[in-house]
């Protein structure tokens, strides 16, 4: 289980609200904020133990937050508008302030990153007798227009997956886009096929279209995220960046 933490839904919830409000209308985005603070209480009970203090802990603490909303509003709101929602959220005026003082074209930035990757995977390693799992970082130093690494654990999956809410995952995966948007880089990913010895399962397929920091994120494919390990980019060269989106095949 994770310790309940109220900063995270407080930050959350009132951006995913407005989101909800402006898309859906404000009966249905008031109904997903009222009931959802006792709903992301009991997720985090049943979810996986990531650490106290984990680097990374922000990403599954929103996602459960934004998770919250969803099932308060008792099917109301449709998997198909949670995602919409979730980048009309990203999309926020408040969201530009994510990029002040980032930028994924300058070196520095990316060398800061890179650092950054490295830590989390360390803390990881320090941790693992405290912990039920956390997100397990590999680096192979392919890619030399910015900086790469790929996943083979990722507790949200975990998380998910034991609690019948994979149809939600894509919009959180789908949330790395805009965000690196917004760092002036693009969120690039190649899809690979994990080994047995990495703790993945099953073949990666489909390739998707070129994007460039001025478009419109793909919408997110239904099955992306189902627990292949997948590559990351964060490229700095954001006119002429391809990517290939992860999927599950089939």
């Known amino acids: 289980m994770l310790e309940y933490k109220s900063s995270y839904f407080n930050m959350v919830v009132p951006l995913m609200r407005h989101a909800i409000a402006s898309r859906c209308g404000r009966d249905l985005a ?4 009222r ?3 006792p709903i992301y209480r009991d997720l985090l009970a049943k979810a996986p133990n990531v650490g106290r203090n984990n680097p990374m802990e922000h990403n599954i603490y929103m996602a459960i937050a934004l998770f919250s909303m969803q099932l308060s509003s008792g ?3 449709s998997v198909e508008d949670f995602a919409a929602c979730a980048q009309d959220m990203m999309g926020l005026p408040i969201m530009r302030l994510m990029g002040i003082g980032r930028d994924f074209s300058d070196p520095r930035t990316l060398a800061k990153y890179d650092k950054t990757f490295h830590e989390d ?3 990881r390693l320090d941790h693992l007798g405290e912990i ?3 997100w397990e970082y ?3 130093g392919k890619h030399r227009d910015g900086v790469s690494y790929y996943f083979t654990h990722c507790p949200i999956n975990d998380f998910c997956r034991a609690n019948g809410l994979l149809d939600l995952l894509p919009a959180m995966c789908a949330i790395d886009y805009p965000m690196c948007r917004l760092e002036h880089g693009v969120w690039a990913t190649r899809s690979r096929t994990p080994s047995s010895t990495e703790g993945g399962s099953g073949n990666v397929s489909l390739s998707r279209e070129c994007q460039t ?3 419109e ?3 997110p494919p239904s099955h992306i995220c189902t627990g292949q390990a997948c590559q990351i980019r964060l490229a700095s060269n954001v006119r002429n960046c391809r990517f290939q989106g992860p999927t599950a095949a089939g």
Request: net charge positive.
């Open 30 to 33: 008031r109904v997903c904020a």
């Open 121 to 123: 995977e360390q803390w």
């Open 132 to 134: 039920d799992c956390s």
């Open 35 to 37: 009931g959802a603070r």
């Open 138 to 140: 590999h680096f192979d």
């Open 213 to 215: 920091a001025a478009q």
């Open 75 to 77: 099917g109301r709101l």
């Open 217 to 219: 994120p793909p919408r």
